[in-house]
């Protein structure tokens, strides 16, 4: 066990992790090859990440892999990359069920190449079972897109009045979310030094702890994951009040 990983204090450990996970084009640049190289090797980044965190007791991590905005990339990157996905979804399958790890979807999957989203489907099915821990991957998501998204559905509840405006509050609009089903992130990773939210979960991080490291993705290994944990626990949640009003509570 390495000494990272025993200072993690695991009774307060982010029952959600977000993570956007940036860097793959510039690991790949650096060593003279193609962006798609660099994708190819951000798959072990998953893996590994993916492992740790089911092993520490994280319940949800939620992993974003490709963005609304990411469509507008050269045709050839942006095909690389959905095959890679569809390759690795069906190839994970194994891995995902020997670790007890449900996978999940979230964003417009609808605008996936079919065989991407039948594998996507398939493999979802088949670890609907898992309980440890459920991975999800935000797949040609964006969280302006899911907002206008719920935005829509609760306006067409209003008009067939399923539902009234006065019933609108913070909690029933975020049943309207893709995320509806999981608690909000409490810690944020972002790798390669960029220091944005690039339209990742934009409702659910309102209170998130964020982790900003330099390291490329495909660099970021599970000692990474510990040491970004061990930070966020150094940290004072305050949600608006003050750290005294804090210390009286203990
Ligand atoms: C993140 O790596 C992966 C995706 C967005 C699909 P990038 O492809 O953004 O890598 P950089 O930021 O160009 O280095
Ligand atoms: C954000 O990374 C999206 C993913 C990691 C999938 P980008 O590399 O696309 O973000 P920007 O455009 O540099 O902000
Ligand atoms: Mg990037």
Known sequence: M????????LTRLPQHIAVIMDGNGRWAKQQGKMRIFGHQNGVGAVRAISEAAAELGVKYLTLYAFS????NRSSIEVDALMKLLSKTISEELDTLNNNNI?????????RLPKYNYDALIDTIEKTKNNSRMTLTLCLSYSGRWEITQAAKMIAEKVKSGELQTEQIDEKCFSTFLNTKDMPDPELLIRTSGEERLSNFLLWQLAYSEFYFTDKFWPDFGKEDLYEAIVDYQSRERRFGKTSEQLIDKK
């Not at 390495?2 to 204090?9: A, L, Q, V």
């Not at 609304?68 to 469509?71: L, P």
Request: hydrophobic share 35%.
């Open 2 to 9: 390495s000494i990272t990983k025993d200072k993690i204090d």
């Open 68 to 71: 609304t905005e990411n469509w």
């Open 102 to 110: 449900r996978l999940n979807a979230i964003g417009d999957l609808e």
